[in-house]
């Protein structure tokens, strides 16, 4: 082979003949595992070294040597080692690191760049007994002697090129080694003489060594042993991912976990081709090497994966057999769009945390089986060879099938541990007695979070540390991000949980665009606030509000790791500089009012004038408060809807600085969009429509949705002592917007006795009542009363105000609410200290329209039954009692249908309960 000297230091090595060693099999060793024993000689020095078996990585490489001697081993650009080759130049490396003193379970590092050296690196220290140390050239200096210093480094093989910027950061003490240092000793006589001739590598060695990112912000070492190594390459063997016939290519920076297996691919006779430092930033170069060196198996993270795909000449990249997807999640959409351009090549999807060897699962993507559940992402899985999962609960025991739980690995892939971090080693690697076995099982608890799933695989929810809660619902982000990666408009995404500039914390989302949408938003014929808004509309139909972000950043490309995992210590500060950006101060004496009063009622310090008060976690109460308190501060009349249309700073001071302050509708408009017959809502006790905006949102999205706010909330307004007065004011209120029908009438708890009664009163008049939907119209068991006293002497009617303020039957406070009220002053004196409402005529004047609202739902089970022709459905909630209407269905004329729903009177409105409604509303209702 002819061999470029002045380009590589190791062709010194490969001229000089006298010193090539002789690498033949012996005979199987008695009493070993499973062994063979392989010995490597000097022609004129005996036996040197000699590996007694092949569960060490030098044993499972010089069984390949035996076989195919000549076969390439390893090509770097215009270069190649066959295996003969690379064993007898790594076997120079490997008795100079003998010489110096190196033994089994010392450690080395590997400072090079891509490079046949960097294999001869690896492979010589390996063959010396020691384990390895990947470091990255162009890593920060500080992690990279930080790695150094912790693993107690005392010797660094290197190229010649790199010696110098080595040297800045490793003490004195630390020995730089090339392979013109290998030479020079090679050629030494009197030195052999001096090196152990044995090397007892035993399967529980130490095979190398690989930094992960640490919660104390300093990388932790984790302890990877040749039998982990040798059980991974075993799988990917019998799999058919590698083996003599394959090539793989290898991109990464060394230093990345996923990378090892890469490097460590040739002792299985794959060929193994290294690529330039960054091919994997430029995917026409990376296609370029695929196709030129017929690459059969490709590992890449999604985000490549999609770059690539995006690309027509990927198409061209035939040779490929597999590629193997991991340390994201996979979309659905990403699997299927490679398969139209390579639709011979198979599509794995991997899981495994650097403490299991990197590859723990593994999910084969078809057709047939890429669409069997199309709620849930591409599974990861079943565990590979030797390898076992357990999903666990918080108490350390296993879940049912289908829960989810902690994925807890046990194996003979589970790492050692941590390097010098007991600590944390006996808190993430423990012995665990699972089921009936009597001897403890060592597991490793990965802190990711899976479930098995009906057909015998496991699916990955997301990490235990990414849960986060956020208005108190718990979300988990990496279900944000699959959703959103599944929208056509989006390439790829990331999600976390911010603190903004007002102290609250809130959902965030980056962004990058696909290729074939970007083109048109970065000409700006789509607007910023369009496209969140178009966002927050296709999310609206996919998740809950509460899983929805509110700051959307888009990027060009999404920032990356030199791992290439998306960076999202980047992306949080892409995230700040938008959110800084947003951030506006008040800039007039009413701004600056209405922003102290926000505080006040909202408890958050720092607030943006621009800032949406219900995504600053504004409720039905301290709205109503806000309003309160700013129509006393500023002499005014605002009607508490108008939170709905004004819900910013600078909209309400706008509005009151422009003297629009005259009264306004009751009826507010909660969904705007859709050009079909708006539908009208009345809600529950206590007359205030805030309560429907998550059902607005969700089942209005072709129809304007009005709440219907009850006479008597705003001031200087008297509640309506009977039915029919209420809700003739509140047909006079809807014919200003709608003149004539067909009327869709809905009615939530006490609110369903207005909307009937108002289908009865517009059928009189003439006017065609099109649909009643009747949300929750029993009283809860818990609230039923005996007592008809108005009074607040009866225990039963504080109960009934308390829940209309508490939005719960069995809030621990009622008790003391019992105990402290004893007439209408205590009363409100109790609400108004609980929930810091400022205004104390806003709780009586809430308390008068429930009272008088009680009497009249009283007065309705002895007055004469009414009928109404319009089709009615019914959605009944759990532990109701049955309503007037459940028990004279002879009423509806039109038909009634009454669904019954799993969810409680309170929970009917709200995340999750209000999804499970949904659903049953779009199922039974047609034509929403």
Same mark, same amino acid.
């Given at each position: 082979m002819q061999l470029k000297e002045s380009k590589y230091g190791w062709t010194k090595l490969m001229h000089a003949k006298d010193f090539e060693w002789k690498i033949i099999p012996s005979d199987t060793v008695n009493g070993s595992q499973a062994s063979i024993k392989t010995c490597i000689s000097r022609k004129s020095e005996g036996v040197i070294f000699e590996y007694c078996n092949i569960e060490s990585l030098p044993g499972f490489f010089f069984s390949h040597v035996f076989k195919t001697p000549n076969n390439i081993a390893v090509t770097f650009e215009?270069?190649?080692?066959?295996?003969? $080759?690379?064993?007898?130049?790594?076997?120079?490396?490997?008795?100079?690191?003998?010489?110096?003193?190196?033994?089994?379970?010392?450690?080395?590092?590997?400072?090079?760049?891509?490079?046949?050296?960097?294999?001869?690196?690896?492979?010589?220290?390996?063959?010396?007994?020691?384990?390895?140390?990947? /470091?990255t050239p162009g890593y920060p200096p500080e992690r990279l002697g930080f790695m150094i210093e912790n693993a107690s480094i005392k010797i660094i093989f290197t190229q010649e090129k790199l010696k110098s910027e080595l040297a800045k950061f490793i003490s004195e003490e630390t020995k730089i080694i090339t392979l013109e240092d290998v030479y020079d000793f090679s050629i030494s006589k009197g030195h052999m003489a001096s090196v152990p001739t044995v090397i007892k590598l035993n399967p529980e060695n130490l095979a190398y060594i690989v930094?992960?990112?640490?919660?104390?912000?300093?990388?932790?070492?984790?302890?990877?042993?040749?039998?982990?190594?040798?059980?991974?390459?075993?799988? !990917?063997?019998?799999?058919?991912?590698?083996?003599?016939?394959?090539?793989?290519?290898?991109? @990464?920076?060394?230093?990345?976990?996923?990378?090892?297996?890469?490097? !460590?691919?040739?002792?299985?006779?794959?060929?193994?081709?290294?690529?330039?430092?960054?091919?994997?930033?430029?995917?026409?170069?990376?296609?370029?090497?695929?196709?030129?060196?017929?690459?059969?198996?490709?590992?890449?993270?999604?985000?490549?994966?999609?770059?690539?795909?995006?690309?027509?000449?990927?198409?061209?990249?035939?040779?490929?057999?597999?590629?193997?997807?991991?340390?994201?999640?996979?979309?659905?959409?990403?699997?299927?769009?490679?398969?139209?351009?390579?639709?011979?090549?198979?599509?794995?999807?991997?899981?495994?945390?650097?403490?299991?060897?990197?590859?723990?699962?593994?999910?084969?993507?078809?057709?047939?089986?890429?669409?069997?559940?199309?709620?849930?992402?591409?599974?990861?899985?079943i565990p590979v060879d030797n390898t076992k999962f357990y999903i666990l609960d918080d108490a350390g025991l296993p879940v049912p099938d289908g829960n989810i739980g902690e994925i807890c690995v046990s194996g003979v892939q589970v790492a050692r541990g941590y390097?010098?971090?007991?600590?944390?080693?006996?808190?993430?690697?423990?012995?665990?007695?699972?089921?009936?076995?009597?001897?403890?099982?060592?597991?490793?608890?990965?802190?990711?979070?899976?479930?098995?799933?009906?057909?015998?695989?496991?699916?990955?929810?997301?990490?235990?540390?990414?849960?986060?809660?956020?208005?108190?619902?718990?979300? $988990?982000?990496?279900?944000?991000?699959?959703?959103?990666?599944?929208?056509?408009?989006?390439?790829?995404?990331?999600?976390?949980?911010?603190?903004?500039?007002?102290?609250?914390k809130y959902l965030a989302a980056c962004i990058q665009i696909s290729a074939n949408e970007s083109t048109f938003?970065?000409?700006?014929?789509?607007?910023?606030?369009?496209?969140?808004?178009?966002?927050?509309?296709?999310?609206?139909?996919?998740?809950?509000?509460?899983?929805?972000?509110?700051?959307?950043?888009?990027?060009d490309s999404m920032p990356h790791t030199v791992n290439g995992k998306i960076d999202m210590r980047k992306i949080k500060t892409l995230i700040d500089e938008r959110d800084a950006e947003e951030f506006i101060i008040p800039r007039t004496p009413t701004e600056e009012a209405i922003l102290e009063i926000w505080k006040s009622t909202l408890g958050i310090e720092t607030i943006s004038v621009t800032d949406d008060?219900?995504?600053?976690?504004?409720?039905?109460?301290? @709205?109503?408060?806000?309003?309160?308190?700013?129509?006393?501060?500023?002499?005014?009349?605002?009607?508490?809807?108008?939170?709905?249309?004004?819900?910013?700073? $600078?909209?309400?001071?706008?509005?009151?600085?422009?003297?629009?302050?005259?009264?306004?509708?009751?009826?507010?408009?909660?969904?705007?969009?859709?050009?079909?017959?708006?539908?009208?809502?009345?809600?529950?006790?206590?007359?205030?429509?805030?309560?429907?905006?998550?059902?607005?949102?969700?089942?209005?999205?072709?129809?304007?949705?009005?709440?219907?706010q009850a006479f008597g909330?705003?001031?200087?307004?008297?509640?309506?002592?009977?039915?029919? $007065?209420?809700?003739?004011?509140?047909?006079?209120?809807?014919?200003?917007?709608?003149?004539?029908?067909?009327?869709?009438?809905?009615?939530?708890?006490?609110?369903?006795?207005?909307?009937?009664?108002?289908a009865f009163q517009l059928e009189a008049m003439g006017e065609k009542v099109e649909k009643v939907v009747l949300l929750a119209p029993g009283m809860l068991k818990g609230l039923l009363t005996t007592n008809p006293s108005d009074e607040y002497n009866n225990k039963e009617l504080i109960a009934l105000l308390f829940t209309v303020f508490s939005r719960n039957v069995d809030d621990p406070d009622l008790h003391a609410c019992l105990e402290a009220s004893s007439d209408e002053a205590s009363f409100v004196e109790f609400v108004c200290q609980k929930y810091s409402i400022a205004n104390p005529d806003l709780v009586r004047r809430i308390s008068k329209v429930v009272i008088e609202s009680r009497r009249i739902s009283r007065e309705l089970s002895r007055k004469a039954q009414k009928f109404i022709a319009?089709?009615?459905?019914?959605?009944?909630? /759990?532990?109701?009692?049955?309503?007037?209407?459940?028990?004279?269905?002879?009423?509806?004329?039109?038909?009634?249908?009454?669904?019954?729903?799993?969810?409680?009177?309170?929970?009917?409105?709200?995340?999750?309960?209000?999804?499970?409604?949904?659903?049953?509303?779009?199922?039974h209702v047609p034509s929403l």
């Open positions: 215009d270069e190649a080692l066959s295996y003969n $080759e690379l064993a007898n130049i790594g076997l120079h490396l490997a008795n100079y690191l003998r010489y110096l003193g190196c033994s089994p379970d010392d450690r080395v590092g590997l400072f090079t760049d891509p490079s046949l050296e960097q294999m001869i690196g690896i492979w010589g220290i390996i063959f010396s007994g020691s384990a390895y140390l990947p /470091l930094y992960t990112s640490g919660s104390t912000g300093k990388p932790k070492g984790v302890l990877i042993e040749h039998r982990s190594v040798i059980n991974q390459m075993r799988w !990917l063997m019998r799999m058919g991912y590698l083996g003599a016939d394959k090539t793989i290519i290898h991109k @990464a920076s060394i230093s990345f976990d996923a990378a090892q297996w890469e490097m !460590l691919s040739i002792c299985s006779g794959t060929k193994l081709v290294i690529s330039n430092f960054g091919v994997d930033k430029n995917v026409f170069d990376l296609i370029d090497k695929i196709v030129s060196n017929k690459v059969t198996l490709l590992q890449c993270v999604p985000t490549l994966l999609q770059a690539l795909v995006n690309k027509p000449q990927f198409s061209e990249c035939t040779s490929l057999t597999h590629i193997l997807c991991g340390a994201e999640s996979l979309t659905k959409k990403l699997v299927q769009q490679c398969f139209d351009v390579l639709p011979n090549c198979m599509l794995v999807n991997l899981y495994g945390p650097s403490e299991c060897t990197c590859n723990a699962s593994f999910y084969e993507v078809t057709q047939a089986n890429l669409h069997v559940d199309e709620n849930a992402g591409v599974p990861i899985g390097l010098n971090r007991s600590d944390l080693t006996r808190e993430r690697f423990i012995e665990y007695p699972i089921g009936n076995n009597s001897e403890p099982i060592r597991v490793y608890r990965t802190g990711d979070l899976a479930y098995l799933g009906s057909e015998g695989v496991y699916h990955f929810v997301g990490r235990s540390d990414t849960q986060v809660k956020i208005k108190g619902v718990r979300i $988990e982000l990496e279900e944000v991000k699959i959703v959103l990666e599944s929208l056509d408009l989006v390439e790829s995404a990331a999600v976390l949980v911010n603190e903004g500039q007002h102290g609250g938003i970065l000409q700006e014929k789509t607007s910023r606030d369009e496209l969140v808004s178009c966002f927050k509309q296709k999310l609206s139909e996919l998740i809950p509000d509460y899983m929805i972000p509110s700051v959307f950043v888009f990027v008060f219900f995504e600053l976690g504004g409720n039905s109460l301290n @709205a109503v408060d806000t309003i309160s308190s700013i129509n006393m501060r500023f002499n005014v009349k605002l009607p508490f809807h108008i939170i709905f249309t004004a819900s910013r700073i $600078e909209e309400i001071a706008g509005i009151i600085d422009q003297g629009l302050t005259k009264k306004s509708s009751r009826l507010v408009c909660l969904q705007s969009s859709g050009m079909k017959t708006p539908i009208f809502c009345w809600p529950g006790l206590g007359g205030y429509p805030m309560s429907l905006r998550i059902l607005a949102e969700k089942m209005a999205r072709e129809r304007p949705f009005y709440g219907i909330i705003n001031e200087d307004e008297t509640p309506y002592s009977s039915l029919k $007065e209420m809700v003739s004011a509140d047909i006079a209120e809807i014919r200003n917007i709608q003149k004539e029908g067909p009327y869709y009438l809905w009615g939530y708890s006490f609110g369903s006795h207005l909307a009937f009664e108002a319009a089709p009615t459905y019914i959605f009944s909630a /759990l532990n109701d009692e049955l309503s007037i209407f459940e028990k004279n269905a002879d009423c509806f004329r039109g038909g009634v249908e009454i669904i019954k729903l799993d969810v409680t009177h309170f929970d009917f409105l709200v995340e999750p309960g209000i999804n499970n409604l949904v659903s049953l509303m779009t199922k």
